[in-house]
């Protein structure tokens, strides 16, 4: 959590969770956040939905938004499960809706945890993301075996974390000569997202002992603000496998599709899942994410939800729930060809970059989502969106949610616009005035046309900064 710009305001993606109230007329959602978002963003996130959907008057008191006035540098859980009047006034909240013999569905978060099941417990819900003893799956080498057991392709390497660095160097220099590679990816089993844990090894820095000295000086950590010693203490801590760092061959390029899914306990205590989307993937310098485009690249989409599938069944028998993101990485061959191979690289056991995006149009689109991993809308035309939560400028800091707001009010088409399911729909409200920092979904007709709307949304934040920088 700290790297990156704000990302102790993560918990504030979960307001997509509130936009499905328009279109689910028996849901109630508590929604707690920490710290406060302010009253008008809510009314403005729910305005939009409920126009998008034509809910009926009211709806939106099944809406009660929970703000804590606690603004560490903790997990929303922590501040919780700190808040002990909130959470006995919440257990006997929840009473009273079971007498009334509501069904409580239970607890929903970004990401999943030791301290979320507690939470869980003290509140007496089911923990709806993945059970803690079930996030190993979500490791690198959980991610690697579960492609391994899933026969779904994933480049060669190590399936064990492994802690020791004369041992991963030796494994590198055995892989290398098995598969006639030079350049491989060590990556830190747990605990690193967004490329931290992340470094490239070339054989030939090893000496011919394969020596831990000789294996630390040639680590390349993907984040240039991480040193070769500090990546290597990470391996220590955390464990590492090995992978074949994939390159793009000459006169082919690489893209970085993903999906994400949802896996459920049925009625009967089977786990059924679902596919909610396909993406590309923008990824950053340091190998971190910076955006996704919906849907996938049609060249490969079949291909990428037909894995995903194979990946969420195997997930499912080993009593995996909750959200699911898969990453990939797809490179042309041959190259110019237009045929694709997919690699699998990654399993996220938890919500991910581009699931609030996607939530978002769930909410607020009125149309349908096909087999072939498009959307069309109520007039049958195509639907397309980015989303991105790297909106990061100097300038933007000072700017209130509520001063945002009332500019896309003024601004007419470039807030969503369901008759014609286009225009922008913000995330990161509380990170906007102390960090500079916010997202957007951006929805459109094509790429291209998103592509316009987060242009638009930009500028109107330049807007903002400059009268706020004037005299």
């Not at 239970?106 to 059970?131: H, K």
């Not at 979500?138 to 391994?148: E, M, Y």
């Not at 699931?355 to 035309?381: C, I, K, M, Q, Y």
């Not at 790429?447 to 949304?457: G, H, I, N, P």
Request: net charge neutral; with cysteine.
């Amino acid at each position: 959590m700290s790297y990156g710009v704000g990302r102790w305001h993560s918990c504030v993606r979960g307001l997509w969770e509130s936009l499905a109230l328009a279109s689910e007329p028996d849901l109630v959602v508590v929604m707690i956040q920490a710290p406060p978002v302010d009253d008008v963003v809510v009314r403005y996130l729910l305005d939009v939905a409920g126009r998008a959907r034509g809910a009926a008057a009211g709806w939106q008191s099944r809406h009660a938004l929970l703000n804590l006035a606690d603004d560490r540098d903790v997990h929303l859980s922590e501040k919780l499960l700190d808040a002990r009047d909130v959470v006995a006034h919440l257990r006997v909240v929840l009473a009273g809706a079971r007498g009334r013999g509501h069904l409580v569905e239970g607890l929903s978060g970004y990401a999943s945890s030791t301290r979320m099941a507690r939470l869980a417990e003290a509140l007496g819900l089911e923990l709806m993301e993945a059970a803690p003893q079930t996030l190993v799956w979500g490791t690198k080498a959980g991610s690697r075996q579960i492609f391994r057991s899933a026969a779904v392709p994933h480049p060669p390497g190590s399936y064990e974390a492994d802690h020791r660095l004369a041992s991963l160097a030796r494994g590198v220099a055995e892989l290398a000569r098995t598969w006639r590679a030079d350049r491989w990816m060590i990556k830190v089993n747990d605990g690193f997202g967004s490329g931290h844990g992340n470094a490239v090894l070339d054989v030939g820095d090893l000496d011919d002992a394969c020596s831990p000295e000789s294996f630390v000086r040639g680590l390349r950590p993907a984040c240039a603000a991480t040193t070769a010693t500090e990546f290597a203490s990470r391996i220590a801590a955390f464990g590492a496998v090995i992978e074949r760092l994939i390159t793009a061959t000459p006169g082919g390029g690489l893209r970085f599709p993903s999906a994400i899914g949802r896996l459920r306990r049925t009625p009967a205590g089977l786990i059924g899942w679902e596919i909610l989307g396909t993406h590309e993937q923008v990824i950053g310098p340091q190998s971190d994410f910076a955006g996704c485009s919906f849907p996938a690249l049609a060249d490969y989409r079949g291909d990428l939800i037909r894995m995903t599938g194979q990946v969420l069944g195997a997930l499912a028998r080993l009593g995996v729930t909750g959200h699911a993101g898969i990453d990939f990485i797809a490179r042309p061959e041959p190259p110019q060809s237009g045929a694709w191979h997919l690699d699998a690289t990654e399993i996220n056991l938890r919500q991910t970059g581009s699931t609030h995006p996607n939530g978002t149009v769930r909410a607020v689109v009125n149309g349908r989502w096909l087999s072939d991993g498009s959307l069309r809308d109520h007039a049958e035309r195509e639907v397309h969106y980015t989303g991105t939560d790297s909106l990061i400028s100097e300038s933007y800091r000072g700017i209130s949610a509520r001063r945002l707001v009332a500019a896309l009010l003024d601004a007419g088409s470039l807030s969503y616009d369901p008759a014609g399911t286009r225009g922008v729909v913000p995330h990161l409200w509380t990170t906007l005035e102390p960090f500079g920092k916010i997202g957007v979904t951006a929805i459109g007709r094509s790429l291209a046309d998103c592509e316009r709307q987060e242009r638009r949304f930009t500028a109107l934040l330049d807007r903002l900064a400059n009268r706020q920088a004037a005299p």
